[in-house]
Structures are given as C-alpha cells and as structure tokens.
C-alpha cells in the first residue's frame, strides 16, 4: 500500500512536470505569424535571408515596423541600415526560418 502512494506522488509530480515544460515551449507558429506582422505584413516584406542566429529582412516601407513588438518578441538586437533590418533572433532563427517559409 505504502509503495501505490509513492507511484501515485510520482506520477502526479510528472504530469505537473511536463505541463510546465509545455507551457514553457514557445509556438514558433505563433511567433512567425506575429513577426510578420510586425514587420508590417507579407506585402511589406519584399526579401529575406537567414544567417544562422539573424534574419536580414529587406522592406518597402520600414516606419511600419514595430521595432518594439519585435523586441518583446525575443529579439536579441535590431540593426537598421536604410529599407533593411537586421533582426537577431539567436537559437530561435532556424525554427522561425520553418515557419516564414511556409507563410511567405
């Protein structure tokens, strides 16, 4: 009987666990479509390119962009040079690179 209520607080303490783990993993889904709309949406995103932990982003119109939203995103740095952003994203960007891909 005492060993069933040691599986039983086992147990409980590893559901507890791995809903924390999920809650803590990030939706790279999510974080592409916010990040495309950050940047001003499709129309505005004329080419991108990624660079291992960077993403260089060429747009038509960079006052439309929400440098900020970006930032809160997980964003590590924002570089402006003229109609271009270079956004790092660090460990993230192969996963965001997935997912920008199938939306653009």
Sequence with gaps: MEYL???IIIVVLAIIGIAI???KSKNFKIEANKLIEYLGGKENIIEYNFNKSRLTVKLKNIEIVNKNMIQKLG???IV???NQLKIILGDDAKQ????????K
């Design 5 to 7: 209520e040691y599986l």
């Design 21 to 23: 783990i999920k809650s």
């Design 80 to 82: 402006e040079v003229e």
């Design 75 to 77: 964003a590590q740095g």
């Design 96 to 103: 965001l690179q997935k997912y920008i891909d199938e939306l």
